[in-house]
């Protein structure tokens, strides 16, 4: 059974830090794109990050570039979300998504077929 699982979310006061973690399993093929989306309420879901396992390569957007950092711990079948300085407007759930390929284009949701239930991150003023 495939299994995408979030964790690390919380409530955290504004400039302080979060490590989110995302744990993937039950695959039959070795997933080569895991990103990290996020969804505020109102809006609509938008990536965040997403490293390319093959080769490690980490993309962000531009709203976090620089206080945000991706990782992979291969002998753990995880990926990791550093964020620091957080801001309240990086308030939202936030979503784990596997995908056998990486695509350039990688901020499109369509490239991930299993995502994760979510992990609420709060950041207060």
């Known amino acids: 059974e495939v299994q995408v699982v979030e964790s690390g979310g919380g409530l955290v006061q504004a400039g302080g830090s979060l490590n989110l973690s995302c744990t993937a399993s039950?695959?039959?093929?070795?997933?080569?794109?895991i990103g990290w989306f996020r969804q505020a309420p109102g809006k609509e879901r938008e990536a965040v990050s997403c490293?390319?396992?093959?080769?490690?390569?980490?993309y962000y957007a531009d709203s976090v570039k620089g206080r945000f950092a991706i990782s992979s711990d291969s002998a753990k079948n995880a990926v990791h979300l550093q964020m620091n300085s957080l801001k309240p407007e990086d308030t939202a759930v936030y979503y784990c998504a596997v995908g056998q390929y990486f695509f350039t284009s990688w901020s499109n949701v369509r490239w991930y077929a299993y995502w994760g239930q979510g992990t609420q991150v709060t950041v207060s003023s």
């Open positions: 490293i390319r396992r093959n080769d490690g390569s980490a």
């Open positions: 039950g695959f039959t093929f070795r997933a080569n794109a």
